[in-house]
């Protein structure tokens, strides 16, 4: 991950070094040659995603750069929320890259705390998923929506064996597929809970600036030009649904018609193309 980009443009490659001494460690390494199960720990992925998708930035800025001047808004998914405050200058790179360094620690520490994972459930409305978790929730139990992605994809958070069952109650009513996923534990959910002392600790250690453009939240879906505005949420989205499709839809609401996808994968594209396929997405990854 990162390798080619890291290669081809000096000033990526320099991302690379600079999160190198950061770190501690030699992200490049990691991120260039794995292995696999190194790179997937939630440890290490959060700072290799961060700063893959931040090289993937200098590549647009290096082969077009009006398209990222130009820019009206940014988001980002979960941790891509810290590319886009990077982007829209809250944080420095840095800076950034620290924070989210105590926050892929404080939620991997989280999530070996409790045999907990995700579940992603296709083909059934929000509501009728919230009605299956409630049903088959055991006292002290935790199970609840955790991403709202796009129509039909929702992904579900908690106890392992919750999920386990809320998986088979959700083929039983009708879902189109359910998807065990590959994560460490029940990111967005109180589960988390105690990531959120450490996250907080690095956030008010940060220097946040106004952006230079709005950044919508995974947490309200609206968009927040206040850094402490911006603070709070960062903190407040390790417990809280990622309200992806809401977020999308704020922003073509306020007028957005043309979107670019930084970083690994394509999985954001697709998730617009499902709240609007006649929208324009490029992609550059890394």
Same mark, same amino acid.
């Given at each position: !991950?990162?390798? #080619?980009?890291? =290669?081809? *443009?000096?000033?990526?490659?320099?991302?690379f070094?600079? $999160?190198?001494?950061v770190?501690?460690y030699?992200?490049? =390494?990691?991120c260039?040659?794995?292995?696999?199960?190194k790179?997937?720990?939630?440890?290490h992925?959060?700072?290799?995603?961060?700063?893959?998708? *931040?090289a993937?930035?200098e #590549?647009?800025?290096a082969?077009?750069?009006?398209?990222?001047?130009?820019?009206?808004?940014?988001?980002?998914?979960?941790?891509?929320?810290? &590319?886009?405050?990077?982007f829209a200058?809250v944080?420095?790179?840095?800076?950034?890259?620290?924070?989210v #360094?105590?926050?892929?620690?404080a !939620?991997?520490?989280?999530?070996?705390?409790?045999?907990?994972g995700m579940?992603s459930i296709l083909?059934?409305?929000?509501? %009728?998923i919230a009605?299956?978790?409630?049903q088959v929730?055991?006292?002290g139990?935790?199970?609840? &929506?955790?991403? *709202?992605?796009?129509?039909?994809?929702t992904v579900v958070?908690?106890?392992?064996?919750a999920?386990q069952?809320?998986a088979e109650?959700?083929?039983? $009513?009708?879902?189109m597929?359910?998807?065990?996923?590959a994560?460490?534990g $029940?990111?967005h &959910?109180?589960? !988390?809970?105690?990531?959120?002392a450490?996250?907080?600790?690095?956030?008010?250690?940060?220097?946040?600036?106004?952006?230079r453009?709005?950044?919508?939240?995974?947490v309200?879906?609206?968009?927040?030009?206040?850094?402490?505005?911006?603070?709070? *949420?960062?903190i407040?989205q390790?417990?809280?649904?990622?309200?992806?499709?809401?977020?999308? %839809?704020?922003?073509l609401? $306020?007028?957005?018609?043309?979107?670019?996808?930084?970083?690994?994968?394509?999985?954001l594209?697709?998730?617009?193309r499902?709240?609007d %396929?006649r929208?324009?997405?490029?992609?550059?990854g890394?």
């Open positions: !991950m990162g390798r #080619q980009v890291a =290669a081809q *443009l000096p000033r990526a490659g320099e991302l070094s600079r $999160a190198n001494e770190l501690g030699d992200l490049s =390494a990691v260039f040659d794995g292995p696999a199960e790179l997937n720990s939630t440890v992925s959060q700072p290799g995603l961060f700063v893959a998708s *931040l993937a930035l #590549q647009l800025s082969d077009r750069p009006e398209a990222a001047n130009e820019c009206a808004m940014a988001a980002g998914l979960s941790l891509g929320e810290y &590319t886009a405050v990077v200058g944080m420095d790179f840095e800076t950034g890259l620290r924070v #360094q105590a926050r892929g620690e !939620m991997q520490a989280a999530a070996d705390a409790v045999d907990s579940v083909g059934l409305e929000p509501d %009728r009605e299956l978790c409630e929730r055991a006292d139990e935790v199970l609840r &929506t955790a991403n *709202l992605l796009c129509p039909g994809n958070s908690g106890h392992s064996t999920c069952r809320v109650a959700a083929d039983a $009513a009708g879902a597929k359910t998807i065990p996923l994560v460490a $029940a990111f &959910t109180p589960l !988390m809970e105690s990531a959120v450490r996250l907080t600790a690095a956030l008010a250690d940060a220097d946040l600036k106004p952006p453009i709005p950044v919508v939240s995974n309200d879906a609206q968009a927040h030009t206040d850094p402490d505005e911006i603070r709070e *949420l960062l407040q390790v417990v809280s649904p990622v309200r992806w499709e809401d977020s999308m %839809r704020a922003m609401s $306020a007028g957005v018609d043309q979107f670019v996808e930084i970083g690994p994968g394509r999985v594209r697709g998730l617009l499902r709240v %396929r929208i324009s997405c490029e992609n550059v890394c």
